[in-house]
């Protein structure tokens, strides 16, 4: 299955989307899905390459994720089974010294979130439909140690839902994808860490951090 990130449109992610993720940062878990966006120019796959970051804005924290792929219009009453064609596990990276300070003035989130390399995806696969997705973890793992874990079972909002939320409120279509929450055990990276992001144990994708000032 091929996504071909030169045509992505518009890349929604869902905040505190996992209970104990929520937790280790001192966040309310959210009563409605929360949203925000990164640019199309935060996208860089995951093809055994230099991630670089940023080094003069404090830390760069990971966070893996569920990552589905728009393949059709969404319309009301469909089911995410038809409205989703791909999914991989991405990086959402976060300058989290940044983001705190934005939180702290009410202020939008781009700055921590969108900027360049901050959007990396594995290699896409077929979707295999809502029920089956959740029979798999996700992994991500850093210098051959994992790191993260996850499984969709574990969303507090699940895939329809969150389709259903976004496509009403902002839309959905052909080239869309939606980064769906991060589980707990996110951190911070390192210059010349490796990275290595998994399903259901299969690397779907590795780069290795260059921290410039």
Same mark, same amino acid.
């Given at each position: 299955?091929?996504?071909?990130?030169?045509?992505?449109?518009? $890349?929604?992610?869902?905040?505190?989307?996992?209970?104990?993720?929520?937790?280790?940062?001192?966040?309310?878990?959210?009563?409605?899905?929360?949203?925000?966006?990164?640019?199309?120019?935060?996208?860089?796959?995951?093809?055994?390459?230099?991630?670089?970051?940023?080094?003069?804005?404090?830390?760069?924290?990971?966070?893996?994720?569920?990552?589905?792929?728009?393949?059709?219009?969404?319309?009301?009453? $469909?089911?995410?089974?038809?409205?989703?064609?791909?999914?991989?596990?991405?990086?959402?990276?976060?300058?989290?010294?940044?983001?705190?300070?934005?939180?702290?003035?009410?202020?939008?989130?781009?700055?921590?979130?969108?900027?360049?390399?901050?959007?990396?995806?594995?290699?896409?696969?077929?979707?295999?439909?809502?029920?089956?997705?959740?029979?798999?973890?996700?992994?991500?793992?850093?210098?051959?140690?994992?790191?993260?874990?996850?499984?969709?079972?574990?969303?507090?909002?699940?895939?329809?839902?969150?389709?259903?939320?976004?496509?009403?409120?902002?839309?959905?279509?052909?080239?869309?994808?939606?980064?769906?929450?991060?589980?707990?055990?996110?951190?911070?990276?390192?210059?010349?860490?490796?990275?290595?992001?998994?399903?259901?144990?299969?690397?779907?994708?590795?780069?290795?951090?260059? $921290?410039?000032?």
């Amino acid at each position: 299955m091929n996504v071909n990130e030169t045509d992505l449109r518009n $890349i929604y992610c869902v905040g505190r989307n996992y209970r104990l993720h929520a937790a280790e940062l001192g966040n309310e878990v959210p009563t409605s899905p929360m949203i925000f966006t990164k640019p199309t120019h935060a996208v860089i796959r995951m093809e055994d390459g230099l991630l670089k970051l940023p080094g003069s804005q404090g830390s760069i924290h990971y966070e893996a994720e569920l990552v589905v792929a728009v393949g059709r219009p969404y319309e009301p009453g $469909i089911r995410c089974d038809e409205l989703f064609t791909a999914f991989t596990v991405g990086l959402d990276l976060t300058l989290r010294d940044v983001q705190e300070r934005l939180k702290a003035k009410g202020q939008p989130w781009l700055a921590a979130k969108g900027f360049r390399n901050s959007a990396a995806f594995g290699k896409w696969l077929a979707f295999p439909g809502s029920t089956a997705i959740k029979e798999g973890d996700f992994a991500f793992r850093i210098n051959d140690q994992e790191v993260q874990r996850g499984n969709a079972n574990d969303m507090v909002f699940d895939l329809q839902l969150i389709a259903d939320f976004v496509g009403t409120n902002y839309g959905l279509g052909v080239g869309d994808v939606l980064f769906t929450g991060t589980p707990a055990g996110v951190g911070a990276l390192s210059d010349g860490d490796r990275l290595d992001v998994r399903w259901n144990e299969e690397s779907l994708g590795r780069l290795t951090v260059a $921290i410039a000032g």
